[in-house]
């Protein structure tokens, strides 16, 4: 095992620098990819001379693409250099109960604005907002020329806007 090791430790070195382009990282592949080979001292006594190269090449040869697809399954799941915490996103309970408080009676007063306008507006702002179906699919479901169904939601829109001023919801 030490002929082999002194015989192919410079191939194995070029091989995986090729792949890897990390000096720190080779020696260890070199190693563990010895390890590895030391239960098949039998086969590889067997094999003749290029046949050892190459089964020694292909060893260290996957060893690298082993460490390279460990470190891209890692850096997936470690999240570093990030400027903002990930803590400082995680919304406070207490202020999620009052903010769901207020977002609950703002879609009441909306909803209750909404029941005021006519089907065809209550239609519009549910197929635009709700559904987001595009203008040309709105227009042939209310046929409305397709050109016209922006104007009518902006109209709808203020229609609703006008209702919640007049109740105090906005």
């Known amino acids: 095992m030490k002929n082999l090791y002194e015989n192919h430790y410079p191939l194995m070195r070029k091989k995986a620098f090729n792949i890897i382009k990390d000096q720190e990282v080779i020696d260890d592949l070199i190693q563990e990819a010895f390890i590895k080979l030391i239960p098949k001292t039998s086969l590889l ?51 999620a109960t009052e903010e769901n408080y207020i977002e609950a009676e703002a879609i009441g007063a909306l909803t209750e604005a909404m029941l005021q306008l006519s089907e065809r507006d209550r239609n519009l702002l549910y197929f635009k907002y709700n559904l987001e179906l595009r203008d040309q699919q709105i227009g042939e479901l209310l046929n409305i020329p397709t050109q016209h169904v922006r104007q009518y939601i902006s109209r709808a829109r203020g229609r609703v806007l006008r209702v919640l001023s007049e109740e105090g919801g906005v």
Do not use: F
């Open 45 to 95: 006594r067997s094999l003749s001379g290029c046949k050892v190269t190459s089964y020694v090449v292909n060893t260290i040869k996957h060893y690298c693409y082993d460490h390279i697809r460990r470190c891209t399954r890692r850096s997936r799941k470690v999240y570093t250099g990030l400027k903002n915490d990930v803590a400082e996103q995680i919304p406070d309970p207490s202020a």
